[in-house]
């Protein structure tokens, strides 16, 4: 006869429990006043070398590279143990492959992984890593991958080593500022179309050539780009940068490229070269270029160019305040699985060779995010709060409200928000569009219960 095991409540089995509720508390660390900062700016490239797999792989692989991938950050040092702040110009980075580059530079920091913040700029002519899914596609599929594992532990290298090299060379942090400017014809909504039962009929990508589309309203968006930058003194040492919208003008090609968000970045490096600028994607799940962009040539200069009359409109207006209390500030959450994945049926669809390459690789992202649930892995959210300014971290491909509702919420502050942090629960629908359906929502690895797990979490994040 079989007996069922009983075990012990413990305090390692409780917070395994609060996480798979979303409901662990807020870690706040590092609270200093009038600190004594020292910031240190890095970069590596992260450019895949020919025939390695683009978007995880199910598009065109690497062809060749028309301007190179770079991931870009800072340590800070001063406040508590270092903080690391890090954008890469992937499409995206998941669970494992997530905690092992925040722990590549955690160590080469000297400090610990939930104090490291990793968020990707998401162009699709670029990797789309998870480790997992490379593991349980790679062998029975012959050929098929996610990712190379040699390019992937040459970039954490890179990683440890750019760290390594910036610290003895940070520079004395005095002041913030902050400014914003609109940005004209760049974003809009994809989900325009809402039929009279409610559901999602048609969609406006990241490019459109549907007339109807184009000429339907933008929808809701955050026109804002936000700057915040760090000075010593009037000398401006790094620029970060905040603006919400999928950054693809075209992909598919196998030509890697940084897109119109990255050439509008290094366009902005190169008229300060000794400042270093850092773009981060917003909570742009839902939101893409589509409206004022048909994939063309043309379309990528325009659209290049107005993100960066953007950060030079949104600089020009910056107020500049001296250094008052900062922290950082952690929350633990992991959103339930979605109820329609079932494991057999995704196991199946991934090993059936007669499926494309995405209805393969798709079905192993999910497997992985709902074995991560099973493991307890939590996603790490934080935020950095300096004077009354806030750089808040989410998840994945997080929709324009929860950045809306951020703002809302830390009223009174300048909250400038990054998305794409840990890909693991791919898209992060509001539990208002879950009846809706359309493809964000198809493709959303947790169940619409997500939508008052992180929103709690940014809630405790901005309690300051």
Excluded at 13 to 34: C, N
Excluded at 227 to 253: E, N, W
Excluded at 289 to 297: F, H, I, M, Q
């Amino acid at each position: 006869m079989n007996r069922k095991r009983i075990t012990p409540v413990t305090r390692r089995s409780f917070l395994k429990s609060a996480m798979l509720a979303g409901a662990l508390p807020v870690l706040t660390q590092g609270a200093e006043k009038s600190p004594r900062l020292r910031m240190a700016p890095f970069r590596f490239d992260v450019t895949p070398p020919v025939g390695h797999p683009l978007c995880g792989g199910w598009i065109k692989p690497v062809v060749d590279c028309e301007d190179g991938l770079e991931a870009i950050g800072y340590v800070l040092l001063g406040a508590g143990k270092p903080i690391v702040v890090c954008a890469v110009d992937w499409t995206g980075i998941l669970n494992g492959a997530h905690v092992a580059l925040r722990t590549a530079l955690a160590e080469a920091a000297g400090t610990t992984p939930d104090r490291i913040a990793v968020q990707c700029v998401h162009q699709h002519d670029a990797p789309f890593v998870c480790l997992h899914a490379e593991k349980l596609i790679a062998e029975p599929q012959g050929g098929l991958h996610v990712v190379g594992l040699e390019f992937f532990n040459q970039c954490l290298e890179r990683a440890r080593e750019a760290v390594k090299t910036a610290l003895p060379k940070s520079q004395r942090i005095t002041h913030i500022a902050t400014g914003e400017s609109k940005v004209e014809k760049v974003a809009s909504n994809r989900r325009v179309e809402i039929g009279p039962d409610g559901k999602v009929m048609r969609m406006r990508g990241s490019s459109c050539k549907d007339a109807d589309l184009v000429a339907m309203p933008e929808g809701l968006i955050d026109p804002q780009l936000k700057s915040v930058a760090f000075y010593d003194g009037r000398k401006k040492i790094l620029a970060c940068h905040y603006y919400a919208t999928h950054p693809m003008s075209h992909y598919g090609s196998g030509h890697v490229s940084s897109d119109f968000v990255g050439l509008a970045r290094k366009r902005r490096q190169k008229d300060e070269p000794d400042c270093t600028h850092i773009y981060f994607t917003g909570a742009a799940g839902n939101i893409a270029a589509g409206k004022y962009n048909d994939g063309s040539d043309l379309a990528k200069v325009q659209l290049t160019q107005r993100i960066y009359q953007g950060i030079v409109a949104s600089e020009k207006s910056m107020k500049r305040f001296p250094l008052g209390k900062i922290s950082w500030r952690t929350h633990e959450m992991l959103p339930p699985v979605n109820p329609l994945f079932v494991a057999n049926e995704l196991t199946e669809k991934m090993a059936n060779k007669k499926n494309s390459a995405v209805d393969r690789i798709l079905p192993a992202m999910k497997l992985s995010w709902m074995q991560r649930v099973t493991d307890g892995t939590p996603i790490v959210l934080s935020a950095l709060h300096i004077n009354d300014v806030t750089l808040l971290h989410l998840p994945a491909e997080s929709f324009v409200e929860y950045q809306l509702r951020a703002q809302q919420i830390g009223r009174g502050r300048f909250v400038a928000t990054a998305a794409y942090g840990d890909g693991g629960p791919w898209y992060i629908p509001v539990k208002e569009a879950y009846p809706q359906g359309g493809y964000e929502v198809s493709v959303a690895n947790c169940a619409d219960v997500v939508d008052d797990i992180l929103t709690r979490g940014i809630r405790e994040l901005l309690a300051v």
